[in-house]
């Protein structure tokens, strides 16, 4: 009769430790499942402030190309092109036809436009410089280097390309 009124008593609830237990476990998951939220949310901002990165480096790279392109196409030689510059940090922006001198500046974004430039738009948190190094007298190594602050760390992202004198 002791042991069924105990069965009885047993089976009506649980236990303040099985509560316990019951209620941590419930935590611990939900904390889990909310830092797995936080950290999508922010690893997708990373990815598009990379992204971003990316297409304006090599945006720099294709304005130098073009700023070549257009000195050759004016006279016909590689050496004017080549002679304009020592070496050195510049800017370029899309619009482009030389090098300039605004290196390190921050790019603003026109949403008017969808552009990044260095004159119209609001500041972003990305500066771009464009490093020319004269490796021989038939080849040049562009290097555009874009760098900004994420989720307070310095980040950089480096495009390299090599121009050639094709004639």
């Given amino acids: 009769m002791l042991k069924k009124n105990y069965q009885q008593q047993?089976?009506?609830?649980?236990?303040?430790?099985?509560?316990?237990?019951?209620?941590?476990?419930?935590?611990?998951?939900l904390l889990g499942?909310?830092?797995?939220?936080?950290?999508?949310?922010?690893?997708?901002?990373?990815?598009?402030?990379?992204l971003v990165a990316a297409n304006l480096a090599q945006e720099g790279i294709e304005v130098v190309k073009n700023i070549r392109d257009l000195s050759y196409a004016a006279d016909g030689s590689w050496d004017n092109?080549?002679?304009?510059?020592?070496?050195?940090?510049?800017?370029?922006?899309?619009?482009?036809?030389?090098?300039?001198?605004?290196?390190?500046?921050?790019?603003?974004?026109?949403?008017?436009?969808?552009?990044?430039?260095?004159?119209?738009?609001?500041?972003?948190a990305f500066r771009r410089q464009i490093i020319l190094t004269k490796i021989?007298?038939?080849?040049?190594?562009?290097?555009?280097?874009?760098?900004?602050?994420e989720q307070n760390q310095p980040q950089s992202l480096t495009v390299e390309d090599h121009l050639w004198n094709w004639r």
């Fill in 33 to 50: 499942a909310l830092l797995l939220i936080s950290r999508s949310f922010s690893g997708g901002a990373v990815s598009a402030s990379l």
């Fill in 81 to 124: 092109w080549y002679a304009d510059f020592s070496g050195g940090t510049y800017s370029v922006q899309y619009d482009s036809v030389s090098l300039g001198g605004l290196a390190g500046n921050y790019l603003r974004y026109n949403s008017a436009n969808g552009l990044y430039s260095y004159t119209a738009g609001e500041n972003t």
């Fill in 136 to 149: 021989s007298d038939e080849e040049v190594r562009v290097q555009a280097v874009v760098t900004w602050v």
């Fill in 10 to 29: 047993r089976e009506k609830g649980f236990s303040l430790l099985e509560v316990m237990v019951a209620v941590s476990l419930i935590i611990v998951g």
